[in-house]
């Protein structure tokens, strides 16, 4: 595997770095995209991916071709062990096709199979997970041009009390956070995924057993993911759109049940 150029902090009229962690996650990069990957809890803390709406290429899905990342030990990584025989599926991070743009798009629809960019995610996908799936598509359509680019980071929320499996913690929560630039502006906006419905009730060391409930999509500050992370967002809590339409870091979140229920976009 050679490595790519990854995920270019000067891809938007402004510069937006990849996040910052005292943690020094292994930064890992893929053909549009990075990934920092903390060793510990063999997850990414954070992904960040370049999209660039003007050259989106449909490309097939293929036959999700996972694979562990060379590059590893593979002790560090969470690898298909943790998804046999059970209701968890290998959550995508980096979108599938989000880097999949350019000349460059096949090599980055196979990069996005690798496991250092899969989370395990209750199965089943109802409406509040195929809303999180569609944030980019929504913040693409609604923004202006077709040639908008957005990045978008997205990563684990890692909690001392998430739930152990298989020599694992699954993380309870995600986050994501999208960027662009408006009128030579950079804005940003925060989401956050919450799986614990699902889990609460499960005893995960049963293999097989059924992971029900709803999932949770809530639009949050940005400086409250910095703040529940522990990472530095860099200049996008600052740029968030989200004060001016009322919602505030300390302000409860903002459940989302369609794109809608999002303010300050559109």
């Avoid at 913040?139 to 001392?160: K, N, Y």
């Avoid at 630039?181 to 804005?187: D, N, P, S, Y």
């Avoid at 889990?199 to 910095?226: I, K, M, N, S």
């Amino acid at each position: 595997m050679t490595d790519p150029a990854g995920y270019d902090p000067e891809f938007l009229a402004v510069t937006v770095p990849a996040p910052g962690s005292g943690a020094r996650p292994v930064r890992l990069d893929y053909t549009h995209f990075s990934v920092g990957l903390d060793p510990a809890r063999r997850l990414a803390a954070w992904t960040a991916v370049n999209i660039d709406g003007a050259a989106l290429v449909d490309v097939a899905r293929g036959g999700d071709d996972w694979f562990l990342d060379p590059r590893l030990p593979e002790e560090q990584q969470t690898g298909p062990e943790v998804y046999a025989r059970n209701d968890l599926d290998r959550g995508h991070l980096v979108r599938r096709r989000d880097p999949v743009w350019g000349e460059a798009a096949e090599r980055a629809n196979a990069d996005t199979f690798c496991y250092t960019n899969a989370a395990p995610q209750a199965a089943g996908f109802n409406q509040s997970k195929e809303l999180w799936l569609g944030l980019e598509d929504h913040l693409l359509t609604t923004t202006d041009a077709a040639d908008v680019r957005v990045s978008v980071l997205t990563g684990c929320v890692f909690a001392e009390d998430d739930p152990g499996y298989r020599g694992i913690r699954i993380p309870r929560r995600f986050y994501k956070v999208a960027a662009w630039v408006e009128a030579g502006a950079l804005l940003s906006v925060g989401y956050l995924l919450d799986q614990s419905r699902q889990l609460e009730d499960v005893e995960l060391g049963r293999a097989g057993e059924p992971l029900l409930g709803p999932y949770r999509t809530f639009q949050v500050p940005v400086g409250d993911l910095a703040a529940l992370t522990g990472l530095d967002l860099g200049p996008l809590p600052a740029a968030d759109v989200a004060p001016a339409a009322g919602l505030r870091p300390g302000v409860p979140w903002r459940r989302l049940h369609s794109t809608a229920d999002i303010v300050g976009i559109g």
